[in-house]
């Protein structure tokens, strides 16, 4: 069962783009959970150097996972 590819590269530059639905949710999903995160550690540490740090290393992770969950998802070649 072969699915439809979710992103595709885009047609300048580097990274992806979404080419449909499923593509556009993951979008928004990532995008609130790095606002959500960044809410949360500010509104938990109050120390501004160590809330910079948590926010850099938390976003880090954050695109450890999603960056290669949308390679698995895209296109193999531009089409």
């Not at 885009?10 to 949710?25: A, D, E, F, H």
């Not at 606002?35 to 910079?52: C, D, K, R």
Request: net charge positive; with cysteine.
């Amino acid at each position: 069962m072969d699915q439809e590819p979710w992103f595709q590269p885009k047609r300048s530059g580097l990274g992806l783009t979404p080419i449909n639905w499923q593509g556009v949710c993951v979008i928004v999903v990532i995008v609130v959970v790095i606002f959500a995160t960044v809410a949360i550690v500010v509104s938990v540490i109050h120390n501004p150097p160590t809330a910079i740090i948590t926010i850099l290393v938390s976003t880090g992770a954050e695109l450890a996972i999603f960056i290669p969950f949308t390679y698995r998802h895209a296109r193999r070649t531009r089409q």
